[in-house]
């Protein structure tokens, strides 16, 4: 399988726990991305990479929020003292520069107890 | 700020009918647009494209039509089978300025009944 793998698939943590998510992309693909989704909502744009640099930044990602992409392969997300807000569906995707299409993985689903 | 709107939350077809989701768009910069399928418990898949330099693409049963006067875009599915429900999303990007950051619309569920 060639496609984004995201681990885990769910995520159940306690309000104040932390969390890291991980993401694999697409081997030949340079730019990595994290986007969040709500129930009803579309998925919202939160940062992405491109090779190991971090270009941009949402200003959806507050200081708890970090990620990282060492040596431009798989992506960490981690997310600090969760709370109730942060229940969402995490999505991983990657992509080749310029007009090219995103190509996301299934998510990890994060619930805040 | 809402730069990418879905207005129709929900769309039923009878199987073998045409099903057309439409997409509305604020921000003028954009220039590479797209649509995605999704179903329960997966990721957005990619389906087709579109560039600002053309007005039509087509792949197979798909079809999306751009009017950038309109700042319009609309996703035909011709003919329509019941495995093509599922929560459809419009996407765009301004290549320009933000690389292939894509931004979202909230969404259409289709329903194909057999």
């Known amino acids: 399988d060639t496609g984004v793998s995201q681990d885990p698939r769910h995520k159940i943590t306690k309000r104040g726990q932390n969390v890291t998510f991980r993401c694999d992309p697409i081997?030949?693909?340079?730019?990595l991305y994290w986007y969040r989704q709500t129930l009803g909502q579309g998925p919202e744009f939160l940062t992405y990479f491109q090779n190991e640099a971090q270009l941009e930044k949402s200003r959806l990602l507050s200081d708890r929020f970090s990620a990282e992409r060492p040596k431009g392969s798989f992506s960490t997300l981690e997310i600090q003292r969760t709370e109730q807000g942060d229940s969402a569906m995490y999505l991983c995707?990657?992509?080749?520069?310029?007009?090219?299409?995103?190509?996301f993985g299934n998510g990890t689903r994060l619930t805040v107890t | 700020d809402q730069q990418v709107k879905q207005n129709s939350p929900s769309l039923s077809v009878q199987e073998g009918r045409i099903s057309i989701l439409n997409c509305d768009y604020t921000?003028?910069?954009?220039?590479?647009f797209l649509w995605y399928k999704k179903y329960p418990a997966e990721g957005p898949t990619f389906l087709i494209s579109?560039?600002?330099?053309?007005d039509k693409n087509e792949d197979g049963r798909f079809t999306v039509f751009l009017n950038k006067s309109a700042k319009h875009l609309s996703l035909h599915i011709v003919p329509s089978q019941p495995g093509d429900s599922a929560v459809y999303f419009c996407a765009a990007s301004a290549q320009e300025t933000s690389g292939s950051r894509l931004t979202f619309g909230e969404g259409t569920q289709l329903t194909v009944n057999p």
């Open positions: 921000n003028s910069m954009f220039d590479y």
């Open positions: 081997s030949e693909h340079n730019r």
């Open positions: 579109i560039s600002s330099i053309k």
């Open positions: 995707a990657s992509s080749f520069s310029g007009y090219s299409p995103l190509h």
